[in-house]
């Protein structure tokens, strides 16, 4: 009994090897494939045929859609005979490399960009049965090396605070890692203050002094390569952030200061001008109020014209209203006072004018006097000498007797004479 169960055992291996072997099947070696971005990929695929052959087997490369919504797009196709078809999308950077004996299908992409990450499939079908079909799957990842970070410091540099020192990579397929280093103000690595953290390319630094200044370097890693940036970092005192301050302040209030100045004395001088203006001279007032009394002529003149026109006149007018008889006098009489006043005033100012200049006259005709009595003084000392030579030259012809009496040149003449 037994015997008979061993050899059936063995009949159902035997049979079972035979399914076997008639099947198709394909293959991918990998599950996923990385490359670096902007180089070449190849995604492997193999596949055997039965054991009774396939006439014409139809192999494709399909990129599975990365949603739900938007079907798989078809990369290549091959249909026997060397017949191959490429999606337009893919021409210029797609091919087929296949081999049937072998069985041997990759896909091959050239120049891939962060947009070819994605799974792809092969498929190997028999032309005559179209449910034969079989497949395999894999995933391209598209490697993008990190771009140089940004360091960036938040926060006041000065002492007692709380800073960060940031790092970011723009790029990075996969997402890179950061690590920062520490150097002192003379290149010299050292260790992190106390309490110190380093995470996701921040690091925190807490109540900072003038030991914490120094030289920060950031690396951000990912599997392809790496990027560095770099953070001079310069602890201050708050005294020299509050002195700018107050020196700002200071500057600002001084200019306030000047600027208030200038307008007060604007207005004084806007307050000024017009007294100046009414005043006039002060000589001149001095003298107004000496005599406030005086009327010009010609405005007593002009007044008694205007009475007399008025008499004349007043029973030539149509009667009026009493209110705006007395407003029309009124306004009359003010205008006359106000012609009064400004005659006073021009009749003041003739008179200061009248009286400097006989001032000036009076003072010229006094130095003019006087130049013409030095005048008179230079003749007579002049004749008196000449008197004198010609009363030397003379003295022979005369003798003591005959000579007239001298008389002296400041002795006054004789009325009679």
């Known amino acids: 009994m037994a015997s008979i169960n061993g050899v059936f055992g063995i009949c159902l291996l035997l049979f079972g090897g035979v399914h076997v072997s008639l099947a198709m099947t394909v293959t991918i070696p990998q599950k996923e494939y990385k490359v670096a971005r902007g180089d070449d990929a190849t995604l492997p695929c193999t596949f055997t045929l039965p054991a009774t052959g396939v006439s014409a087997p139809i192999v494709s490369w399909t990129a599975v859609s990365v949603t739900q919504d938007v079907p798989d797009s078809t990369i290549v196709t091959y249909f026997g005979a060397d017949k191959i078809t490429i999606s337009k999308k893919y021409k210029g950077r797609a091919s087929l490399e296949i081999i049937i004996p072998k069985g ?3 896909l091959k992409l050239s120049g891939v960009t962060s947009l070819d990450t994605r799974s792809y499939e092969c498929k190997v079908q028999d032309q ?6 079989q497949s395999a799957k894999t995933k391209l990842v598209v490697l993008v090396a990190p771009s140089t970070p940004i360091c960036k410091v938040a926060g006041a540099a000065e002492y007692g605070q709380n800073i960060n020192l940031t790092c970011f990579s723009e790029e990075g397929t996969p997402t890179p890692t950061y690590k920062w280093q520490n150097f002192d103000v003379n290149n010299v690595p050292r260790q992190n203050p106390p309490k110190t953290t380093d995470q996701n390319g921040i690091l925190s630094l807490y109540n900072i002094s003038k030991d914490t200044s120094g030289y920060f370097l950031c ?3 990912n599997e392809i390569r790496s990027a560095k940036c770099n953070i001079t970092l310069s602890v201050m005192p708050p005294s020299m952030n509050m002195a ?9 209030a001084a200019a306030v200061l000047i600027l208030g100045i200038i307008i007060f004395c604007c207005c004084c001088r806007k307050k000024n001008k017009p007294e100046e203006y009414e005043m006039g001279n002060p000589e001149v007032e001095e003298y107004r109020d000496k005599d406030p009394t005086v009327v010009s002529e010609s405005h007593a003149e002009r007044v008694k014209s205007e009475e007399e026109y008025r008499v004349q006149n007043a029973d030539r007018r149509d009667p009026r209203d009493d209110r705006s008889e007395r407003s029309y006098d009124r306004s009359e009489r003010d205008r006359y ?3 009064d006043r400004y005659d006073d005033r021009r009749d003041r100012r003739d008179r200061y004018d009248d009286r ?4 000036r006259r009076d003072r010229y005709d006094d130095r003019r006097d006087d130049s013409r ?9 002049y004749d008196d000498r000449r008197d004198r030579y010609d009363s030397d030259q003379n003295s022979d012809r005369y003798d003591s007797r005959d000579r007239p009496p001298i008389i002296p040149p400041n002795k006054p003449r004789d009325p009679k004479i």
């Open 373 to 381: 009595d030095r005048y008179d003084d230079r003749r007579d000392r």
């Open 337 to 339: 006072e106000k012609d």
């Open 244 to 252: 700018s301050t107050f020196g700002i302040i200071g500057a600002i």
């Open 356 to 359: 400097r200049d006989d001032d």
């Open 104 to 106: 041997i299908a990759n």
């Open 219 to 221: 690396t951000s890693t």
């Open 128 to 133: 005559n049965d179209e449910e034969g079909a």
